[in-house]
């Protein structure tokens, strides 16, 4: 197994796409892809990796704008917890909140969703745990890639931060977050993995369990 990760920022918000792989059976996943398709299409292809599933973190529009090109450009499946389905489905709204163009094509139905717990292999190199941890939203997945060492943790942990969970003045996603739900979700499903996992947060830098434990003001 050699593992490929490769975490960069995407339009329309700084979303963090992330591809996760493994050069040895060339097979990967698509975390978040926000939008830029062409880019990460490009990335896949320059690695030479088949891209098997698409992994939503949670159904904000900055982490789902560029599935439908995605999944049409790779076959791949679109994958999203049940609890965040409305507001994948309210894209619409959720771009005339934050003044963001629509998708080109509306957004095709999720083709798989997973639960707490459940465990997924992609192929040889790829295996993922979905520990959903709502808060941020009521779907919010962190996918665990254990023999990656990285948790993508969507919006949910962030260095020193945690996810939103206010949103005044934006409608469609009113009434949507938890701010104690949030907090349990990070203690008690996060902060049990190993001190060292690698958290790829929604934006921004990444961090690791042991430093978010250890100093997020947050948590404590």
Known sequence: MAPII????VPPLGCNCTIVGDSDSKRAVVVDPGGNVQVILKKLQDKGLTCDKILVTHGHLDHIL???????ATGAPIVMHQDDLSLYQN????CADFGVPLPKKPLPDPDVFVADNDVHEVAEGVKFKALHCPGHTPGSISYYFEDHNIVCAGDTLFESSIGR????GLPSLQ??????????SIKHKLYTLPNDVEVVCGHGGTTDIGTEKRGNPFTR
């Open 6 to 9: 490769d975490i960069f920022a």
């Open 66 to 72: 560029g599935a439908e090109e995605i999944k049409e």
């Open 91 to 94: 894209v619409s709204g959720q």
């Open 165 to 168: 969970t206010s949103w005044d």
């Open 175 to 184: 009434g949507t977050s938890d701010s104690q739900q949030i907090i349990a």
